[in-house]
């Protein structure tokens, strides 16, 4: 390798995970040995520190409280609220049943037969009536 390794070459080198070409390079170039020794320091620092504050004993103020149990119930009050708010949506978003065709062909013929009921004169004297003059209106009290 001409050239030295980039930062992810040098965590697969710590991980053991590089190629054999960046391994060679890796322990035989002094500038790139030097990274990758205080690199791997670093990465073994942190997790010595890490592991410390794992075992470590818990603090009395990070102990469970009393006031945990009144945050569950309002977590729950809430979850509640939400629920019961999600109803009336999702009853509006349900579709509404279309009405049968046979039931509009039913309405259609009513309306025919209540316009032909109410009818002043019979069909065959309207055109008559059109020839008359238009009555004038009264006025109403």
Known sequence: MSNHLSQDQMSRCALG???SEEQFHGRNCPQ????LIAFT????????????????KADPWLEKTPSSVSWSRWAA???AVVVLASIPIYKHQQPQPLP????KSDELLMQEVAAHLSRPLP????RVMVL???P???EVR
């Open 32 to 35: 790139c040995s030097a990274e």
């Open 77 to 79: 009050a809430g979850v």
């Open 100 to 103: 049968h065709p046979q039931t």
């Open 123 to 126: 069909m065959s004297m309207e």
């Open 41 to 56: 320091k670093a990465i073994s620092t942190f997790q010595v520190v890490m592991k410390d504050w794992a075992e470590r």
């Open 136 to 138: 004038e209106s009264e």
């Open 17 to 19: 995970q590089a190629t």
């Open 132 to 134: 008359l003059p238009a």
